[in-house]
Nanobody, 116 residues
Framework: QVQMVESGGGLVQAGGSLRLSCAASRSIFSYNSVGWYRQAPGKQRELVAHISFGGTTNYADSVKGRFTISRDNAKNTVYLQMNSLKPEDTAVYYC??????????WGQGTQVTVSS
């Protein structure tokens, strides 16, 4: 069964930090690149970072230098350390396999709100 459970979101002031966690089912996690996505109100979901099974990472330009993605393959868990948060980072954050789309199963996400 495909399942993702995201956690760690919250309300933080600009410049603050949060660490998101996502526990994913083995079918999503095993041998796959996994990404963190976000969707702000009125906007399309966007990919912010992804990591390969071997640990190669990539970031959207908007978060490069501020966010760090990591994974624990033994725990089927992926993390997103978010530093120097900005109000424009406010969104619901989701994890899923790289390339997931509307027809894939998504978790409930975790809300991140950054106040100015």
């Amino acid at each position: 069964q495909v399942q993702m459970v995201e956690s760690g979101g919250g309300l933080v002031q600009a410049g603050g930090s949060l660490r998101l966690s996502c526990a994913a089912s083995r079918s999503i996690f095993s041998y796959n690149s996994v990404g963190w996505y976000r969707q702000a109100p009125g906007k399309q979901r966007e990919l912010v970072a992804h990591i390969s099974f071997g640990g190669t990472t990539n970031y959207a330009d908007s978060v490069k230098g501020r966010f760090t993605i990591s994974r624990d393959n033994a725990k089927n868990t992926v993390y997103l350390q978010m530093n120097s948060l900005k109000p424009e980072d406010t969104a619901v954050y989701y994890c899923n396999r790289l390339g997931a789309g509307s027809f894939d199963t998504w978790g409930q996400g975790t809300q991140v709100t950054v106040s100015s």
